[in-house]
């Protein structure tokens, strides 16, 4: 897929005449356009079929190694990113294709037939909806590998995939309509109340779409932003194209966010940016700390965290043990009520370092990323940042959290069970003090589930939630404990305070943009064994149910693996239900 992503980048750039920089001498342009581009092989596979010699295809990876550091002799700038990194395709960069096969995929995906005429696709005007459409089908094929040829094929199956990401295109129509009612008036009101300096305040929006997909909302939030900014810059109604290509850069890097479940989608969500905001002679901009994988309604913050596990947690689900699920229950309650985690660790441990977290990740931001150096640099800090010991130890504690509704309720010898005591243990010890196997089973569950929390994602957005877990703790502290030695229990409502201080603080999102929700958190047997087993998915009613239940004596796996799909949307259900004190509604 990466090569698919870098062959669609090179044609949109080299089509719009975005990749060279605008100094590069002709004489060097004329050398890549003519040897090198992939202009030139899509003009080849029109009428050539090509031999078995590779020597196409060694160009074409010599191109995307030039294209991640630069090359002054063709003129090519030095974009960088994970799209021409090439440790993105280890597995391929020693591979060899011959030129039929290359050009016999270029014929495929650059032409066109039409009465009996080839024409060649223009990839110019080429944007998220049509990556949309890409995503979508992506998300139908699954890959048949024959292990006897070898070889695979990419069987189409119309399953749940898309339903269970959300994957459905949105028309530009009710993209629009949104950005009238949800976008216009933020940037009305950022300019009306800024006046003095409205470029700066237009740059410290900050626009989310918690379920991006390929970025179609993102792109068009980001191109409206960006017109505005030109505006203001230009002191025109209508700035130049190129006045708004240059905003609009400014606008992706500092002010576009968005996640999504698909890391496929996360892939092209970053790609649909670049491809809007390319400028030539500049790298790509930075974006891993804007755009982020996870699933965005499964997550929890400090607020969630200072009460301890809840008991709903330990409601059972498809395969636990629901005596055993009791016990637990009434186990949790006891030694959650015998003790409040104690303030001290959480500010030492949590508070302290998230509200560090929140200035670090401003210092990101600042980093210029229009050259390689300055977004090695980037990408550098903010992975340093990322798997630091205290980020790594407070990412458990929230995962923690998450883990216990999904966790499976039946007595192991392996694995002991969470309960509050353990996520107490969790909180105050570092990660190598605990049971490795308590450990292993939270990341793995956090991997499955893709938990997202939000104020660690994106601390510098919620810059004052993330200030307001710092204060005087040791009043706090010593009437928790006076108030013990007169046997009144702990209460803890002063949890967050309003520091006059941090009145000003960002506190969240300025404008948030999603479809809303549109399909019931079920598991839909039929779409599920559909690219299992058909004779399941053809099966009606108490047929089915009957066949699914005979898998536990002639497919374990399978049976094995529909439970804990089952697992997920039940343990999904069970968090959104009001009584887990995630959606309190």
């Not at 080299?14 to 202009?39: G, V």
């Not at 060649?120 to 005007?125: A, I, L, Q, Y």
């Not at 755009?291 to 709903?312: M, V, Y």
């Not at 949307?569 to 004190?581: A, E, H, I, K």
């Amino acid at each position: 897929l990466i090569i698919v992503y870098r062959l669609l980048f090179l044609f949109v750039a080299e089509e719009r005449n975005l990749l060279l920089a605008e100094d590069i001498p002709e004489e060097k342009r004329k050398i890549y356009y003519n040897y090198y581009s992939s202009t030139r092989i899509r003009n080849l596979a029109l009428y050539k079929y090509g031999t078995h010699h590779p020597d196409l295809w060694i160009q074409l990876k010599l191109v995307f190694n030039y294209l991640y550091s630069g090359n002054e002799v063709l003129g090519l700038p030095a974009l960088g990113s994970f799209l021409f990194n090439p440790d993105s395709t280890v597995d391929l960069n020693n591979c060899d294709l011959s030129n039929k096969d290359l050009l016999s995929i270029f014929r495929n995906f650059c032409y066109t037939t039409k009465n009996t005429v080839m024409e060649m696709v223009s990839f110019r005007n080429m944007g998220s909806e049509e990556l949309g459409s890409v995503y979508e089908s992506f998300l139908e094929m699954h890959p048949e590998i024959n292990s006897d040829a070898p070889s695979f094929n990419l069987d189409i199956v119309i399953g749940s995939e898309r339903k269970t990401t959300g994957s459905f295109y949105t028309p530009p129509s009710l993209v629009n309509s949104l950005l009238d009612t949800a976008l216009n008036p933020v940037m009305d009101k950022t300019l009306s109340s800024n006046k003095d300096n409205p470029e700066e305040a237009l740059l410290s929006l900050k626009i989310c779409d918690p379920a991006c997909g390929s970025g179609h909302f993102l792109i068009a939030a980001a191109l409206r932003l960006a017109k505005r900014l030109a505006i203001v810059r230009t002191r025109e109604e209508e700035p130049s194209p190129e006045k708004v290509r240059i905003a609009l850069r400014d606008v992706i890097g500092n002010c576009i966010y968005g996640v999504d479940i698909n890391p496929l989608a996360v892939e092209l969500c970053k790609i649909s940016l670049w491809m809007e905001s390319l400028q030539p002679g500049k790298t790509l901009n930075f974006l891993d700390h804007h755009i982020q994988c996870g699933n965005s309604i499964l997550g929890c913050t400090a607020e969630e965290l200072k009460w301890g596990l809840p008991d709903e947690a330990f409601t059972p689900l498809s395969g636990d043990d629901t005596q055993y699920c009791t016990y637990l229950k009434k186990q949790n309650k006891e030694e959650r009520e015998a003790r409040i985690i104690e303030f001290i660790y959480l500010n030492q441990i949590m508070f302290e370092p998230i509200s560090d977290f929140a200035n670090q990740f401003m210092e990101v931001d600042k980093i210029e990323d229009d050259n390689l150096n300055g977004q090695l640099k980037k990408e550098e800090f903010y992975k340093s940042l990322k798997e630091s010991q205290e980020y790594k130890h407070i990412e458990l504690i929230f995962n923690a959290w998450c883990a216990a509704f999904a966790w499976k309720k039946v007595k192991d010898e392996n694995l002991p069970p969470l309960t509050n005591s353990v996520f107490e243990a969790i909180i105050k010890y570092p990660p190598e003090n605990i049971n490795p196997a308590i450990v292993e089973e939270i990341n793995r569950l956090a991997k499955e589930y893709k938990f997202f929390h939000w104020h660690l994602a994106f601390p510098d957005v919620f810059e004052k939630d993330s200030k307001n877990l710092t204060f005087n703790f040791y009043q706090l502290i010593q009437d928790a404990q006076n108030n013990k030695e007169n046997g009144i229990k702990g209460n803890i409502t002063e949890f967050l305070i309003d520091n006059e201080d941090n009145k000003n603080l960002r506190s969240g999102f300025d404008c948030v943009l999603e479809n809303p929700p549109w399909e019931h958190n079920e598991l839909k047997e039929q779409e599920w064994f559909a690219k299992r087993d058909l004779i399941i998915a053809q099966a009606e009613g108490e047929k089915r149910k009957k066949l699914v239940q005979s898998l536990k004596y002639n497919n374990q796996t399978l049976y094995d693996e529909y439970i804990n799909a089952l697992r997920y949307y039940q343990t999904t259900n069970l968090m959104f239900n009001n009584s887990s004190g995630l959606y309190p509604l």
